[in-house]
């Protein structure tokens, strides 16, 4: 089973606690977490970008000139994508689709891997427990005194209470996360990740 060292609120470190093989002793499997990364992302994505294609296009409703005759090519709109000002051909359309399936079974899979791989390069440390009282000085000092101070952060709490979001919403690089929120985006985009016991018991729960 894998160890990971805890500390109290003063950032001392007080002994080690073992830690779920199913949840934080799994293979990597890198392939399945960016797989993952990319759906997650992609289901964020918003199709913003729109071009107009011929039928849009303001104008053109005449025929330029007659179709035979002039000794000029053939041509029926002004809104053409071949003239200036005309539609756009093949270009970004709002109605684009990006979303991507994913099995509940991969994306926890593929949260294990992370929390896993934190384990394995130490950069997840277990806190006894968060009594903050809500002021930034507190958090700002704790985090000071943990390993990896300065380093992108992310706290896993099991319930988020006033007093952590207050104290934590202006420290710059710390993000404050409810377990059961967490996913493969919020574990790839920080360093550390710091839970308290109750959420590493949590997790377990949720993932095991």
């Given at each position: 089973m894998p160890t990971v060292a805890v500390y109290n609120q003063q950032g001392k470190k007080q002994g080690d606690v073992a830690l779920d093989?199913?949840?934080?002793?799994?293979?990597n499997n890198a392939t399945l977490v960016h797989q993952v990364y990319l759906a997650i992302e992609a289901n964020a994505r918003e199709p913003w970008a729109h071009s107009k294609d011929r039928s849009e296009v303001r104008g053109g409703g005449k025929k330029p000139w007659k179709q035979k005759g002039t000794g000029r090519a053939r041509h029926g709109s002004i809104r053409s994508p071949l003239?200036?000002?005309?539609?756009?051909?093949?270009?970004?359309?709002?109605?684009?689709?990006?979303?991507?399936?994913?099995?509940?079974?991969?994306?926890?899979?593929?949260?294990?891997?992370?929390?896993?791989?934190?384990?394995?390069d130490e950069s997840l440390l277990v806190l006894e427990g968060l009594d903050i009282s809500g002021k930034t000085r507190e958090m700002a000092t704790l985090r000071q005194a943990l390993p990896g101070a300065g380093k992108s952060t992310i706290i896993l709490v099991d319930?988020?209470?006033d007093a952590l979001f207050l104290a934590t919403r202006n420290i710059p690089k710390l993000h404050l996360q409810r377990v059961q929120d967490v996913n493969v985006v919020d574990l790839l985009h920080h360093q550390y990740v710091l839970v308290t016991k109750d959420a590493a018991a949590a997790l377990v729960k949720q993932l095991a």
């Amino acid at each position: 089973m894998p160890t990971v060292a805890v500390y109290n609120q003063q950032g001392k470190k007080q002994g080690d606690v073992a830690l779920d093989d199913a949840v934080f002793g799994v293979r990597n499997n890198a392939t399945l977490v960016h797989q993952v990364y990319l759906a997650i992302e992609a289901n964020a994505r918003e199709p913003w970008a729109h071009s107009k294609d011929r039928s849009e296009v303001r104008g053109g409703g005449k025929k330029p000139w007659k179709q035979k005759g002039t000794g000029r090519a053939r041509h029926g709109s002004i809104r053409s994508p071949l003239w200036a000002g005309g539609g756009v051909t093949f270009g970004p359309r709002n109605v684009r689709n990006y979303k991507q399936k994913i099995n509940k079974k991969m994306r926890r899979q593929a949260v294990r891997v992370c929390l896993s791989g934190k384990v394995q390069d130490e950069s997840l440390l277990v806190l006894e427990g968060l009594d903050i009282s809500g002021k930034t000085r507190e958090m700002a000092t704790l985090r000071q005194a943990l390993p990896g101070a300065g380093k992108s952060t992310i706290i896993l709490v099991d319930q988020v209470t006033d007093a952590l979001f207050l104290a934590t919403r202006n420290i710059p690089k710390l993000h404050l996360q409810r377990v059961q929120d967490v996913n493969v985006v919020d574990l790839l985009h920080h360093q550390y990740v710091l839970v308290t016991k109750d959420a590493a018991a949590a997790l377990v729960k949720q993932l095991a």
